[in-house]
Nanobody, 128 residues
Framework: QVHLVESGGGSVQTGGSLTLSCTAS????????IGWFRQAPGKEREGVAA???????GYADSVKGRFTISKDNAKNTLYLRMNSLKPEDTAMYYC??????????????????????WGQGTQVTVSS
């Protein structure tokens, strides 16, 4: 059974940094496209960053240059390093895994139905 657990969320001021982690069990990251999504109150869930089995990455335009996605296959852990945080980055952040997709990571961010396994989320709050 696939199980994803996020951690690392918290409260920071504008311009601060956080690193989110997502540890998986029941499958191996090395064979999946995995990504980070977020949902702010009253807004739809949106893709943030994704990485495929070969290490190619894709980012939402709103976070490109500020966020970095990476993974450690040996630890089966996904990371999201978030720098220069803004109040509009405030949201619940989820990691998710997609098995068998042929889309690029950037493409996959726009097709949430491709991600069949989701974590419970970790809250990120950025104050001005």
């Amino acid at each position: 059974q696939v199980h994803l657990v996020e951690s690392g969320g918290g409260s920071v001021q504008t311009g601060g940094s956080l690193t989110l982690s997502c540890t998986a069990s029941g499958f191996t990251y090395s064979s999946y496209c995995i990504g980070w999504f977020r949902q702010a109150p009253g807004k739809e869930r949106e893709g943030v960053a994704a990485i495929d089995s070969e290490g190619s990455t894709g980012y939402a335009d709103s976070v490109k240059g500020r966020f970095t996605i990476s993974k450690d296959n040996a630890k089966n852990t996904l990371y999201l390093r978030m720098n220069s945080l803004k109040p509009e980055d405030t949201a619940m952040y989820y990691c998710a895994a997609a098995d068998g997709t042929l889309m690029t990571p950037k493409q996959a961010l726009g097709v949430m139905v491709a991600f069949g396994s989701w974590g419970q989320g970790t809250q990120v709050t950025v104050s001005s």
